[in-house]
């Protein structure tokens, strides 16, 4: 699903992804993980396109499409979803007009017919059901005045409804209370499937708990400095990322 | 949400401006040149009784001694006045009494711009849709009205301007000039000289006007200015709610567009006025072109309880003036201003309003989004003032402007007056830029950045466009779109 291989990013001038590789085949889950500021949120935003964020080197592909020569959208339309760990107030845009366009937008970029009314509905409340999200709150502006569980669970239903095929999580667990975690954790797992792959990006072991990883690699000094089971998120819990060396 | 997903598709699908067409039509036009001469010929036009034409002339002595505005925040080469036609009229039979009457390129003209003229293409429009009844200007006249009949039965009048002063002269006589004097400033001196139609209304007391007026400009013939004049009156009690629409072709000269509204609301009456403005705006690039929109809108509010409300979205012209205004006289009077000011390519905006607090206890509200874009420039500039014996006066004002790229520019500028201790203003202004992390999360989850644009600006004008009558509100969110198009990338 998504093959990254010796990928090199600046932030500005500054080096901050040094020649990291990383393979997540469909139907995994992999985690990464690595101390504050080693370049985990630079990685999610690197592979859905923000920019500012320049490629000086290497080369990452989803199903085998470069990645990298695409716009944002055109990323998302072919399926690559990324959950922010600071989802973005949009005021003055419920929450659904925001979701209906998104979900239209990918449709008509992939040449298939738009969802109607009835039909987009009747999808939404399925999944918001599943999260636990009052309908009405879907009709206030996206984000304006949630708390940090309500944003991260916003994040999870519109993953839900546009059904992507790569799923990038940064820092989903932040700021989340544990029965709040747990509905997210859920959501997330109810999307896993042989034709999707996930990549977890934490700092936190607890997420792992709930979101069971296949695979575990370490990110620091802008690489993937290790790579393990699921068992090496527990060592990392246990011994910190010091022997990994300083961040970047 | 529908009419989100429509103003994306709008935007993909329309080239930058689709009202620039011009309708092959033969016209019958005043000689080039303003004198005397130029106000008796559209007086005598119209056929219009003596008073009509000494108050008319009256107000063109009065013009000739006035200097054209240069306070405000716009820069443009003034218009020839000499080098105008005062009027222009599509030559038919007098008056057209039905639309068979009406010149078939007209019509069809009105059917390119969505217009409907025939009462029957409203009624077959989608089910459980409100009626509205439209007046059509075409150049210098109304070429029809419809709905008359309807409105008649529930004793209201609606019609062209030039036949209230043939049929309703005592009303007419009684309240023109009445908010808006002929000396009040240069472009409303030259209307009072030159207007050639408009519409007008009275709505007799306690009735609810049974449907929503509205009133269609179009500017058509080249070289030509378009001088009408609107008058509506409330009595006691009553309600009206009316909508104008404006647009004109592409054409590489200025074309001048100065009106005049008053508006008068008595006791308990309340008149809810919406305008959707998009005349053609210039050449985005060079800035050639584009209609100079000089406008003076005043309301009186004149009654005790009285409420009026300007609702606008100025998305069109190369460089407006104007300024929705309301005398709050009455005791408990109540007056609003919602605006939606956009500006790209070249054009320059300076708009506002003006709440003039003179009754005890009044109120008013000013909500105004301004949103710049390309090199333009975009100023609102509002007076709040309370009079001596305005006690209780309150006001809000909200000003929030939105700035796209790195070449626009927006203004803010309040005035404040309180003469009355016991006023309360409050002033809340904001200047934000175009987030480009918001851009960058809806262009993530599938938005181009001009639908994400488009999204935006929709969500930070919205609070005002929920004031606009439902069918016009998604007009108004496609224009929003459209009049942003090129102003990414």
């Known amino acids: 699903m998504l093959s990254i291989s010796n990928l090199s990013v600046s932030v500005g001038d500054k080096p901050i992804l040094k020649g990291l590789s990383l393979d997540v085949p469909s139907g995994e889950v992999h985690a990464v993980m690595g101390p504050n500021g080693a370049g985990k949120s630079t990685l999610g935003y690197t592979l859905a396109g923000r920019p500012g964020y320049e490629v000086t080197g290497g080369t990452a592909a989803m199903l085998g499409e470069d990645l990298l020569a695409l716009e944002p959208e055109e990323r998302a339309a072919r399926g690559l979803f990324l959950s922010f760990q600071y989802p973005l107030e949009i005021p003055g845009v419920p929450a659904l007009t925001f979701l209906r366009t998104a979900l239209n937008a990918q449709r008509r970029a992939r040449g298939e017919a738009e969802a109607t009314a009835p039909e987009f509905l009747k999808l939404v409340r399925a999944k918001a059901a599943e999260l636990r999200i009052d309908m009405e709150m879907l009709k206030r502006p996206l984000n304006v005045g949630f708390s940090g569980g309500e944003k991260k669970r916003m994040e999870v239903l519109q993953m839900a409804v546009l059904a992507p095929r790569l799923l990038i999580l940064d820092e989903t667990d932040s700021g989340l209370d544990i029965d709040a975690l747990k509905i997210v954790a859920d959501g997330v797992n109810a999307l896993r499937s042989p034709d999707r792959a996930m990549v977890v990006i934490t700092h936190y072991q607890r997420l792992l708990d709930y979101i069971r990883p296949d695979r575990v690699h370490v990110l620091a000094g802008g690489r993937i400095a290790a790579s393990g089971g699921p068992e090496l998120a527990l060592e990392l819990e246990a011994g910190g990322y010091d022997r990994y060396g300083a961040a970047a | ?489």
């Open chain 2, 1 to 489: 949400m529908a009419a989100t997903q429509k103003t994306v598709d709008t935007v993909k699908e329309l080239e930058r401006y689709k009202h620039g067409f011009t309708t092959q039509v033969e016209q019958e036009f005043s000689p080039v040149g303003l004198d005397e001469g130029t106000v008796r010929f559209i007086s005598a036009k119209k056929g219009e009784p003596e008073w009509m034409l000494e108050w008319r002339l009256a107000a063109f002595q009065r013009w000739l001694a006035m200097d054209e505005p240069t306070w405000a925040k716009v820069d443009y080469v003034p218009a020839d006045y000499q080098a105008l036609h005062y009027y222009a009229a599509p030559k038919t039979r007098e008056g057209p009494k039905s639309l068979d009457e009406v010149d078939p390129e007209i019509l069809e003209t009105y059917k390119k711009l969505g217009i409907p003229l025939r009462e029957q293409e409203v009624l077959a429009g989608v089910q459980g849709a409100p009626k509205y009844a439209v007046d059509a200007v075409f150049d210098s006249v109304s070429v029809v009205t419809t709905f008359r009949e309807e409105l008649a039965k529930a004793g209201v009048i609606f019609c062209s301007f030039s036949e209230a002063v043939r049929e309703h002269p005592e009303l007419v006589r009684k309240y023109l000039g009445s908010v808006v004097p002929v000396s009040d400033n240069y472009f409303a001196a030259l209307n009072s000289a030159v207007f050639s139609d408009g519409s007008f209304v009275y709505v007799p007391p306690g009735v609810r006007c049974p449907m929503e007026l509205s009133t269609y400009f179009r500017i058509n013939a080249e070289n030509t200015g378009q001088f009408e004049r609107t008058l509506i009156i409330a009595d006691k009690g009553a309600y009206v709610s009316y909508l104008e629409g404006c647009t004109a072709p592409m054409r590489d000269e200025n074309q001048l567009h100065a009106a005049v509204v008053e508006l008068i609301a008595l006791d308990d009456a309340e008149i809810k006025y919406s305008t959707v403005q998009n005349w053609y705006p210039g050449d985005p690039e060079t800035g050639k072109g584009g209609i100079y929109n000089f406008v003076t809108k005043r309301a009186d509010c004149r009654g005790d309880r009285s409420k009026v409300s300007w609702t606008q979205v100025e998305t069109g012209s190369a460089v407006t003036w104007k300024y929705p205004s309301c005398l709050l006289k009455g005791e408990g009077s109540v007056g609003e201003f919602y605006s939606i000011a956009i500006t790209n390519g070249r054009q320059q905006a300076d708009t506002g309003t003006k709440m003039v607090h003179l009754g005890a206890n009044t109120r008013s509200r000013i909500i105004s989004k301004g949103v710049s874009a390309g090199r333009s420039s975009n100023t609102y500039r509002g007076l709040v003032s309370a009079h001596p014996k305005a006690t209780g006066a309150r006001n809000f004002t909200q000003c929030d402007s939105l700035l796209i790229g790195k070449s626009c520019a927006a203004h803010t500028v309040p005035y404040v007056e309180a003469r009355n201790g016991s006023a309360q203003f409050e002033h809340e202004a904001t200047t934000t830029r175009l987030s480009e992390d918001q851009l960058f999360y809806a262009r993530q989850r599938g938005l181009s950045a001009e639908e994400a644009t488009a999204l935006l600006v929709n969500g930070f004008v919205r609070e005002v466009l929920q004031e606009l009558p439902m069918e016009f509100a998604v007009e108004a969110q496609k224009l929003v779109a459209i009049s942003l198009e090129g102003s990414v990338g």
